[in-house]
């Protein structure tokens, strides 16, 4: 038995910069201060920093039959998660993803989607949505047949006794998919996104932050929004909890909101109440960009608990 099964994507990252100049093209060659080549993936981010705290994690996805996706495997598997379900293509290539980061936090994400597309519900062992506490999606824009298959996919995982969770993370077509997120919204038990995401789910990009969190908990969900260096709030439908979070040097936040996912599951597992699993994810995502990419850096649950402020120390 697993406490988390996390679907979704999972490729290498290049990450490069920060990049101090727009992007040249005409063949320009330019310099950057660092660069890695890491695990990326909303899902095996997440599937990393949940198993670094302690959790017994699956993965559920595909990779193609490349190096990429023996890096992929191989990544995961060293950071104890268990890559049964992780199926092989025979035909299409592993994503690849490349990150530039600028000065400020700000980067930008380049990825090929290569098996993205083609991983689908029967990819998901039935056996694993039997016999985990927990159920965590990612990516649902960049996997429309995993995303057309989700809403069974979950309630298959309530009806076994689990509970569920979704980041959709960016739409990079920009339509944000209304009628088909509203099915999946109703297997949900917590919505995971970040500031940006939250106000154009709700369709509410001119109103409050907190608005858009209330309007998309009255679906529903538990609804948990990263916001950077603001911290993070939740709201149920009825109350409202923030958390500023704790001050960090960054050196790269690439991958800290799947950090910070991975956190308040692991809190929300542990039983801890969403005001206290909103202070300790909030931890987990600042602790994480530590280092270059999303997971070199991601703490223990020792760590993570010992950076949590008390509550005296908080501010009113």
């Known amino acids: 038995m697993f406490d988390l099964l996390v679907i979704g994507d999972a490729n290498p990252d290049v990450v490069l910069g920060p990049l101090d100049a727009p992007l040249a093209f005409e063949q320009r060659e330019q310099l950057v201060g660092a660069g890695a080549l890491t695990l990326g993936g909303s899902a095996a981010i997440m599937a990393c920093g949940a198993a ?56 930008a994400i380049l990825t090929a989607p290569g098996t993205l597309a083609a991983t689908g519900g029967d990819d998901v062992p039935e056996s694993l949505l039997a016999t985990t506490r927990h159920v965590h999606a990612a990516s649902y824009f960049l996997m429309p047949g995993l995303a057309k298959a989700l809403p069974g996919l979950l309630r298959t995982a309530r009806g076994h006794g689990a509970t569920t969770s979704l980041d959709t993370n960016d739409d990079p077509a920009g339509l944000w998919d209304p009628s088909g997120l509203a099915a999946v919204l109703a297997e949900t038990d917590i919505l995971l996104p970040n500031a940006h995401e939250a106000r154009h789910l709700a369709r509410s990009m001119d109103g409050s932050l907190e608005g858009a969190a209330a309007a998309l908990a009255a679906r529903g969900p538990l609804v948990v929004v990263k916001n950077g260096a603001d911290g993070a709030l939740c709201h149920d439908g009825r109350t409202l909890v923030t958390t500023c979070g704790i001050t960090v040097t960054p050196v790269d936040a690439v991958g800290a909101g799947d950090s910070f996912d991975a956190g308040f599951i692991a809190a929300t597992l542990a039983g801890l109440p969403p005001a206290r699993a909103l202070d300790l994810a909030a931890v987990c995502g600042a602790l994480s960009t530590r280092a270059q990419g999303g997971t070199p850096a991601q703490p223990t649950w020792d760590e993570a608990v010992a950076h ?7 501010p009113t």
């Open 52 to 107: 670094r705290l302690g959790l017994r994690v699956a993965f559920a996805g595909r990779v193609g039959d490349d190096d990429a996706g023996r890096y992929v495997r191989d990544a995961l598997n060293a950071r104890g998660v268990d890559t049964e379900a992780l199926r092989v293509d025979p035909k299409l290539s592993t994503p690849l993803t490349v990150v530039l980061t600028r000065d400020g936090g700000d980067r």
């Open 308 to 314: 949590v402020p008390s509550k005296d120390q908080q």
